[in-house]
């Protein structure tokens, strides 16, 4: 089943275009100078049909054909002035207004992104990762196409707009009168199809994420898809949400292109009225053929202006509804918020010490059936203590919170002696090591992927912590040893390679507690051997804590402890437990053959 979208937070309003006004503010001197460049671009403009009038009438008017010529090449030397400083001032325009587009939005999808990584696992539990890349890369697209172009189209446009208008008002004020009054009547329409516009925008834009929610689900899964023989539904799965994409942006696009007809046709049809009392002027002889002929430019110019403000005006309301999404997203507030004031992690020698108290937690997903309930468990410095129990029983939870990842709903979790929740999530998080079930493995070479556990740490000390994993074997048999690039996900290792990769960046970050989710789940019985004991190596001076499905790997633990519906149910070592004839004695019998009776 589909995740749900991204909600937007209570007591928040969507916002428009104004939420980027803290990523333009850091750039006002550069604004400040598009739009100097901007005006000057459009004002070079606006004297064009000025120079017009000037050469028209110098070329008909009274004198000798010697002095008419010289009048022509002063008026054409002053259009060509114009010309160029149009030129100079629409280049400046581009490239300030340009770079403008592109470092916005790269501050943008940054700011995005690095919000999203500190949300915790609560909020990926509604939000799909396709969802929130479609807004990443699509949203800030539509974003870069508006601040980077239409928008200083937009703005060029309506300075040479008003502009011209201003000037046919001057010289043609009873006409001119008249066209306003028309034009009036254009903006109410214009007003309601803007927001329909801006609504089918946003919702083209939700269903194009949906298109990339499935496609990155689908992607990651291709094995399975493949494996089970669907790809004819997933496909079809993908067309549908495609096909509902499409309907939207037809939708979308017929409203819009109605808009832009609408707004061209009423105000060229109320422009042409002007044109046409303007020519009955000059066969009045009320104004001379040079008048004429800069109303006519300064009317294609206002004409011009406002066909391209309604293209403009539909791309700002679809930017619009990208922003809108944008924004979302940087409001999503985590649960796990930072403390105030942060206490500092007080050191342990050998090891940590970690205690849960009375701990009960459901999970935002599903708050009617607690995780855990009532837990209690006390951890020791460089005490190893395995948790056991059947799926679904908590084991994995107890990581978790610890961690950080979720807050308990009652109960403490200390870690030294100090709650979690006063640790600054930097300095908690530094002081474990994990190790997951499910191997991650980056895009990059082996070398910096063990690397990832201590960024700073040096070439020997990352083969070092290979050989300690008993990675660096097949590590040098790649065929550029520690350079070589792993693939997707670590798609050209084997999932015993993996996992030794995922426990060196752990041993190699050296932190005092250590967990373990099933470290040694995807090696073969060889691996197992050689991993486990370079895990017990490991476990030296520091403590662990162990998630184990497989009883064989933990028989050695300092205590084992049986959970079973979020509850601790026994307590012992592996003989102690198997004599009890409890949970873990069942657990063994099916994993050893061992009698319980």
Aim: proline residues 4%; glycine residues 10%.
């Amino acid at each position: 089943m589909p995740k749900e979208t991204i909600a937007r937070q209570p007591g928040k309003r969507a916002r428009s275009l104004s939420g980027l006004a803290p990523f333009l503010k850091p750039y006002r001197g550069r604004i400040a100078l598009a739009g100097l460049f901007l005006t000057l671009a459009a004002l070079a403009t606006l004297a064009f049909p000025m120079a017009l009038r000037g050469l028209i009438d110098a070329g008909m008017g009274p004198g000798g054909t010697g002095e008419r010529l010289v009048s022509l090449r002063e008026h054409f030397l002053a259009m060509f002035g114009v010309g160029a400083a149009l030129g100079v001032f629409s280049a400046l325009r581009f490239y300030v207004v340009t770079w403008l587009g592109e470092r916005v939005t790269a501050d943008l999808r940054n700011a995005v992104y690095a919000h999203v990584l500190r949300q915790s696992p609560e909020f990926f539990e509604t939000t799909q990762t396709g969802e929130v890349l479609s807004r990443i890369t699509t949203d800030t697209t539509l974003v870069q196409a508006v601040v980077g172009s239409s928008l200083s189209l937009g703005l060029r446009n309506t300075v040479m707009g008003v502009g011209a208008l201003v000037m046919l008002v001057v010289t043609n004020p009873y006409v001119m009168g008249q066209v306003l009054g028309i034009l009036l009547l254009v903006v109410m329409p214009a007003l309601y199809f803007g927001r329909r516009v801006r609504k089918l925008s946003r919702a083209s834009q939700d269903r194009v994420a949906d298109t990339s929610a499935i496609a990155a689900e689908v992607l990651n899964a291709v094995s399975v898809v493949q494996s089970y023989t669907q790809e004819g539904t997933e496909s079809r799965r993908f067309a549908a949400a495609s096909e509902a994409a499409f309907d939207t942006a037809r939708k979308r696009t017929g409203v819009r292109s109605f808009l832009v007809a609408f707004i061209i046709t009423a105000t060229f049809g109320a422009l042409l009225w002007g044109l046409y009392q303007g020519t009955q002027a000059v066969i009045a002889g009320k104004v001379s053929a040079g008048h004429l002929g800069q109303t006519v430019v300064y009317v294609t110019l206002l004409v011009g202006s406002v066909a391209v403000l309604a293209e403009v005006w539909g791309d700002v309301l679809r930017a619009a509804g990208a922003t809108e999404r944008l924004i979302e997203l940087m409001e999503a507030e985590s649960p796990v918020a930072e403390p105030a004031a942060p206490q500092a992690l007080p050191q342990r020698s050998g090891g940590s010490e970690v205690s849960f108290e009375s701990i009960r937690f459901n999970y935002p997903s599903r708050p009617q059936r607690p995780a855990l309930d009532g837990f209690d468990l006390q951890v020791h410095p460089g005490e190893t203590v395995a948790l056991v129990g059947p799926s679904g029983a908590g084991k994995t939870t107890v990581f978790q919170l610890l961690l950080r990842f979720y807050d308990a709903q009652q109960g403490c979790i200390r870690l030294n002696g100090v709650p979690v929740q006063d640790l600054a999530l930097a300095d908690l998080r530094g002081a474990v090591g994990l190790v997951p079930q499910d191997s991650v493995i980056f895009s990059a070479s082996a070398m910096d992927n063990i690397r990832y556990g201590r960024p700073d740490a040096t070439d020997d000390e990352v083969k070092a912590a290979a050989r300690a994993a008993f990675a660096d074997d097949f590590i040098r048999a790649l065929p550029e040893g520690y350079d070589s690039f792993l693939g997707e996900r670590g798609l050209r290792l084997s999932g015993g390679q993996r996992q030794r990769i995922s426990i060196a960046r752990a041993m190699l970050k050296n932190p005092p507690l250590l967990l373990l989710d099933e470290a040694t789940s995807a090696l073969d019985a060889e691996s197992e051997r050689v991993v486990q004991a370079a895990l017990e190596a490991a476990m030296k001076d520091r403590t662990t804590l162990v998630i184990a499905h497989r009883l064989a790997t933990i028989q050695r633990a300092d205590r084992i402890v049986v959970l079973d519906h979020g509850r601790v149910v026994d307590v012992g070592r592996h003989e102690e437990l198997v004599a009890r004839g409890g949970l873990y004695a069942r657990l063994a019998a099916m994993q050893f053959g061992v009698s319980v009776d």
